[in-house]
């Protein structure tokens, strides 16, 4: 008890020093007036725990009300009208009440809250099969309180039940395992990591644990996410090494109570570089028992170990074609190792080589032939596009063309291709057109969110994997806004449905404040970032303009003595005197349009149906063609660009104007990184602009701003980044 | 001949291979069509030379005639009909056509061109008194052959003459003394230069003569100017020094032709400096006679040597009152050592020193009461402000003050405060204001023109100086559009009552072309130029807020160690939480509006109505004053720098429309600088408004672009520029 209050006492300590610096995320529980306690005590007047001591959820409504309310939670005997009833399953009194059927079509992190009569009070019940689902019905619950209490004297306006004072919710999240992968590197460096080091002290663990572990925990577990692979997946073998094991499992431990299970990516390599093995072939039986080995050691210290994320094959990494075995091969000799202990092998479909074949049609090639051949404990992990996590991709083409194989979306939280931790890029617009993409796989209405969570194929794994944007900054992601992106993705792993208007509404009510006059132009600016960037950074199907090495800033012309064609920007532009684009068509071009199925697959080849916002990622396109806004394209181009500075310009006057809604702090470091994003909005402008210029031989239209930099000026930029931070 | 023909083919060679370099500056001379030809030949059939050989003005017209017809000037033997007769006054035919008592009237440089009936010959004459009359009348003759020939094909439509084909134009200078001062150092450097080092090759001189001497005089002749001042006003004793008055005289012989005499700036402690005096006193014998000694050494090698411009008790330099003496018994002695020869001196009113006493008033109250005390061949040159050729001054009260003493106006031409070589800012309208400003000293109508040409007070001597902004480049004065103030000064030396509007259109036609729809929207831009400068640097009376030393840009915050306080912005600004600018008032502030005649004194000492764009200059405003235009006087200061930076936006706009109007070197020159000059806009508005933001703790209104740069980072700013090139 005083070890308790001693750590409860360094965490208030700064989190009220340091009240606004963001390090609260979402869950700020700013405490309600008067007013609002008592009509939240109108709705829940006591608490009924159904549960034995050392529940994270009790504890953590336990923590929130009295944050919220100033007075402890009102704990009850026995029930009384207005009671909020606690339990799982397990509880003598949930089952009293019938829900026993119901709760076994939640799985296991599913819930309901539901008011209903009992013994002649009117009650609401938080039940759920096991502990998770507690634990994310209380963060529901929570969340509604925080949203919708302070905005109305009653729960009635915003709930489902149907009438007042009524919940009735039930909730089962969309993917099984929603997970978050870390490019954390053992060194404490961040592959495109740009808020800070990693949150991991590999050289104080297992020893120490570091306050933020539990916390870091905690703010996963209120958005729905129940996985974490801790590791970058330019794995070193090192991380299996049982030194390192052991400090993965005092991470575990930390991280289990929330519900958070730990994953590892692994080195294909690792029999041999870390084993001594002569091999690492997944057909030797020396290797497979290796890797068996490895599995039981793991387990041994983490019971509820999640499984393996691989690279393989890929970007310079080992993998079983380095034994002339295929990715399914690979896949299934980890897959056997982890299945009896029921772990998993996420294996990433990233794979392209330097070759003549176009790089986005490389891994569908790759991988379409493998289906059907990869054990029921292996997932596709594939990127949302078919490059590389760009301003805006097409859907990749894999999903839908496998329908034996699970395979699991990766979205990157992390900006990489998004201004790093300076840009404001709210990403539920990008994920969310991803996953409404309609492949047609299974004809009109097979999206990629449904390709993915089961509803089409009946897949036993569900999964979504977003690529952390978290680091050791006290706010946690670089940028005040780039939290929403850790929250944005958490929640639509929860519910694929989720729009991101009613994500960015409910992060901003909780993270800032309830204001309407604050709420509705912030969210409005947030719901417009994703598209201003593409405008002012790669429109109209544009891709891969970015820097060489560090993706920050722009590189059109980007020439490296001895680099890989498929890595320099003109690869993907193709910008000559005829036009500019990548002709991805049957007849002419790559014919990696062909990937799509019916009828994408012959609107993206026509340029008169390509959708605009994918026209030159399709199709080489000559600068005086006529685009639908009877612009020629040059010109609609630089339109385009010049808006997105506009767009980023506005984003400037309706951040200012907010400057009473917000704290000090975070006012000042959102102003200081939009005042940037402004100036890299023109930089990018005036770089894609001047340079694709000495190609159209076209004048910028007049009555567009004027470039203000030099393309000389501009090519001898050189920042000093790295891949990593 | 031949060395004649091998500088020609050395003058030659670059100007073909960099022809559009700018180093013709409005001397370009562009072949007329066949058509223009003949029209020409319709005026102008044969010319009738009434001059010895040698002549410049003679000269002068056969290089044009032959760069603008492709043919040699066609002398005639005797009168034929559309005759062009030159000569001065000694020409027997000049004489009997009874022109003898006009051109008594004209002085040294004025003339007449004049179409009249001689032996039933229709023929046009020009004359003059002297051979610089002449000189001025050929570049009259071949500006305006160059401005109306191509756009008419009859000169008619342009000329003074009652009837078609008829030339009536008289001339004569407003000033007699229209003087460029050269900041220039020995050691090549300029202060305050932004065209490269100096012309003057001090080393090689005497023996070797750089051709751009000659050059520098005829580009000076063209457009009226008659003298010059070799060194920095901060001058070197050395440059009295036999050794310089051999380098000095070799330049006054190359300038001779073109009717340009040198003047010298002077150390006044020279004679103990430079001669090992043991004092410079004026009332001391010795030195009385050292200056007369070297006034004889220097008339003994150039005869017509103009005389001497003195910086004197000025920013630490020596003066008269080191010894106790006056201004004026400083000025007296070197007066009188000059008399003999006709030699003048060109007095600075710029003096003030480190004290409680308002800057802008200490001139004023140094000089009014020496007034009447000068040697008739003494001039007082008087800044056109009070303070230091900021983007806008009131003009100098020391107008119209000194009724029995000349004085003569000083602009600057080089842009030390006007963004240097890289802001394209047309002066004329900045001269022109202050000429044209009513000094009321003999009642309405007593402009700073009529107080200093002569037409108010009748001054033997009228005088008029600009420092000029001349240097090695290539183009001489580092922005194409800088030579535009050069040409400005010199038409408004010889005319000022001509306006920046007609300047402009002369040097835009003869600098680049005639098109209407290139002449047009260009002296637009530059029209607006000077007041879209002062909307982004320093409005609404705002002055002195530039970097330390080398002045170029925003530094209102700017603090030094051990700085002289009326060399700080702050001492300028006097901005504060209660509102911002320098009260002058009478009642409570420093009382230099005092200086002023009713009614501007009074109407500048009252808030309500003191001219807007003098406001802050003449009283201390609070942020919530109401402005005409009904907003807060902060409101108006965002606005108005917001306005600076769209109006340079627009210039960018307008220039970047005229490329297929002007050769590619000069295109992308100058629309290099625009930007430049665009991103400066920015960094003023944007150090001005977030600096007195501070004190005025309002908002910048959020209807304006928002600042794109941190104050921090701007205070941080330190250009590696020194106060000379």
């Not at 290796?290 to 793991?298: F, V």
């Not at 000495?694 to 004027?706: A, G, K, L, V």
């Amino acid at each position: 008890m005083k070890n308790f209050l001693y750590s409860l006492f360094l965490f208030l300590i700064p989190t009220l020093i340091y009240a606004e610096d963001g390090s609260k995320l979402w869950l700020r529980y700013q405490p309600l007036s008067a007013k609002q306690v008592k009509s939240l005590s109108m709705v829940i007047s006591s608490v009924l725990i159904e549960e034995p001591g050392d529940c994270t959820a009790i504890t953590e409504l336990q923590y929130a009300w009295k944050q919220l309310t100033g007075k402890e939670l009102p704990v009850a005997a026995s029930l009384k009208d207005y009671s909020l009833v606690i339990g799982t399953e397990k509880s003598k009194l949930i089952q009293s009440l019938g829900l026993q059927k119901e709760l076994q079509t939640l799985g296991s992190d599913g819930f309901i809250i539901r008011t209903m009569k009992s013994k002649g009070n009117r009650i609401t019940v938080i039940a759920s099969k096991g502990e998770n689902g507690l634990l994310y019905a209380v963060f529901n619950l929570l969340r509604n309180i925080q949203l919708y209490v302070p905005s109305s004297n009653i729960l009635r306006t915003i709930q489902l039940g149907s009438s007042p004072f009524t919940f009735d919710i039930k909730e089962v999240p969309s993917y099984k395992i929603r997970i978050l992968n870390h490019w954390d590197n053992l060194d404490g460096t961040i592959e495109r990591g740009y808020a800070g080091h990693s949150l991991w002290k590999w050289d104080e663990l297992p020893g120490k644990l570091s306050p933020r572990y539990k916390e870091y925990a905690r703010a996963n577990a209120s958005i729905g996410i129940n996985g974490t692979v801790l590791n970058n997946v330019n794995a070193s073998p090192e991380i299996l090494s049982n030194a390192y094991l052991q400090k993965v499992k005092a991470l575990a431990e930390v991280f289990r109570p929330y519900g958070i299970h730990v994953y590892l990516s692994v080195n294909f390599s690792s029999p041999a570089a870390l084993g001594g093995l002569s091999t690492s072939d997944p057909l030797n039986e020396g290797v497979q028992q290796w890797w068996k080995d490895k599995a039981k050691e793991i387990y041994g210290l983490i019971p509820d170990f999640g499984g393996f994320l691989v690279k393989a094959n890929s970007e310079g990494l080992p993998g079983p074609q380095d034994f002339g075995r295929t990715h399914a091969d690979g896949a299934n000799m980890l897959a056997d190792a982890l299945k009896p202990y029921n772990g998993i092998v996420m294996w990433r479909a990233f794979v392209y080589k330097s070759s003549m074949e176009d790089r986005a049609g490389q891994a569908y090639n790759e991988f379409t032939p493998l289906d059907g051949k990869f054990r029921s404990n292996v997932i596709l992990q594939v990127k949302n596009g078919p490059i590389d996590f760009q301003p805006r991709e097409p859907f990749s083409p894999l999903f839908g063309a496998m329908t034996r194989t699970a395979l699991m979306p990766e979205f990157q939280i992390t900006q990489e291709y998004l201004g790093a931790s300076n840009h404001l890029v709210y990403l539920a617009p990008l994920y969310k057109e991803c996953l409404e993409s309609d492949t047609y796989c299974s004809g009109e209405g097979s999206t990629v969110a449904w390709v993915t969570d089961g509803k089409l194929f009946p897949h036993p794994l569900t999964a979504i994997a977003g690529v952390a944007n978290i680091g050791e900054d006290a706010n946690w992601c670089g940028h005040q806004f780039a939290q929403a992106n850790w929250y944005a993705f958490g929640r639509l792993a929860w519910n694929n449905e989720l729009t991101p208007e009613v994500i960015a509404d409910e992060w901003i009510k909780q993270t800032f404040n309830q204001q309407k006059e604050f709420v509705e132009p912030v969210k409005e600016m947030m719901l417009a970032s994703r598209e201003a960037a593409v405008n002012y950074m790669m429109p109209l199907g544009l891709h891969h303009l970015f820097a060489w090495g560090h993706h920050y800033g722009p590189e059109p012309w980007c020439t490296v003595p001895g680099a890989r064609a498929d890595w320099l920007p003109s690869y993907y532009h193709k910008a000559d005197t005829l036009g500019i684009g990548f002709d991805r068509t049957l007849d002419t071009g790559s014919k990696a349009v062909g990937q799509y199925f019916v009828p994408l697959r012959n609107d993206y080849n026509k340029l008169k149906t390509c959708p605009e916002q994918y026209l030159l990622w399709f199709h080489h396109v000559p600068w005086k063609y006529k685009m639908k806004s009877g612009q020629t394209l040059w010109n609609e181009l630089c339109y385009t660009y010049d808006k997105g500075v506009q767009q980023v310009r506005g984003f400037q006057k309706t951040w200012d104007k907010m400057e009473s809604f917000v704290d000090a702090q975070r006012f000042h470091e959102v102003q200081s990184r939009l005042k940037i994003q402004s100036k890299d909005a023109v930089w990018w402008k005036d770089a894609c602009l001047l340079y694709f210029q000495t190609f159209s031989r076209q004048p910028i239209p007049y009555d567009i701003e004027r470039p203000v930099n030099e393309l000389d000026s501009l090519k001898k930029i050189k920042l000093n980044l790295l891949h990593h931070n």
